[in-house]
């Protein structure tokens, strides 16, 4: 018989691996995600303010490393 653990401790526990399903329930809380500067809800009235806006956001996103960034 072999055990089969996709989730466990390393590095004298410094380090949970998670290698199967991470659930997280109603009411848990996750500490130390990077966070994205807040976006201001639109006031765009045209399509080209729209872009702007938007842009700036995918820029907030990037930085915050919660998007990959643009290949250069």
Do not use: H, R
């Not at 199967?20 to 765009?44: C, F, R, W």
Request: proline share 1%; with cysteine; net charge negative.
């Amino acid at each position: 018989m072999s055990n089969n653990c996709k989730n466990y401790k390393t590095d004298n526990g410094d380090t949970w691996v998670v290698g199967g399903k991470l659930k997280v329930e109603t009411g848990a809380a996750v500490e130390g995600l990077p966070k994205a500067a807040n976006q201001a809800d639109s006031t765009a009235s045209t399509i080209a303010a729209l872009v702007v806006e938007f842009n700036a956001l995918l820029t907030k996103l990037k930085t915050a490393g919660l998007m990959v960034g643009d290949e250069t």
